[in-house]
């Protein structure tokens, strides 16, 4: 297989219909950069879904504040919406971040063409990172939600570094043009 090639197969999904010869130098990037949005994915998909429900998210809330406990963390403790337009939006946000993973899984098998939603997925994601530290801070919330706001962190600022890259270089190489 000779390096044109390879770099091909680095860039095309399993359909080979996202590569253009624009996209060719891109190949590393674009595999790493699908690593990270199927990570991304699986995660939301993983630690959101026992909130969407309301026999599960009370559980999940328990076993989180035991976590923190056992780790020794500090903060209060998570517990349970007591009145149920609290519980129905800790369901409706559990829903929600679930699909959000299902978009960013959909968006990885072609990523060049998504880039937009993606950079909109990585601002949203840095915002929220910022806003766990606010709660924790400002109302001494469990510290274990610190790891979830630092993995969003991670995948925001990974999502628009990404982005720029990208962008650069397909500026870069339309100037030469």
């Known amino acids: 297989m000779t390096q044109r090639s390879t770099q091909v197969a680095a860039v095309m999904g399993r359909n080979g219909r996202d590569a253009t ?84 899984l959909y968006a990885s098998f072609q990523p060049l063409d998504r880039m937009p939603l993606i950079a909109l997925n990585g601002a949203g994601r840095t915002f929220f990172a910022l806003l766990i530290v606010h709660y924790v ?10 790891a979830f706001g630092a993995v969003d962190a991670m995948i925001g600022f990974g999502f628009l570094w990404f982005y720029a890259r990208l962008r650069c270089r397909d500026q870069h190489r339309h100037d030469k043009r």
């Open 21 to 104: 010869l624009a996209d060719i130098g891109h190949g590393p990037t674009v595999a790493r950069f699908r690593q990270l949005l199927l990570f991304s994915g699986v995660f939301n998909i993983v630690f959101a879904s026992p909130l969407a429900l309301p026999w599960t998210y009370g559980r999940y809330l328990v076993f989180l504040s035991r976590m923190n406990e056992r780790l020794g963390l500090g903060g209060l403790p998570l517990v349970a919406a007591s009145d149920p337009a609290h519980a129905l939006l800790i369901n409706t946000a559990g829903i929600d971040l679930a699909l959000v993973g299902a978009v960013v």
């Open 137 to 146: 801070l400002a109302a001494d919330l469990a510290r274990i939600v610190l």
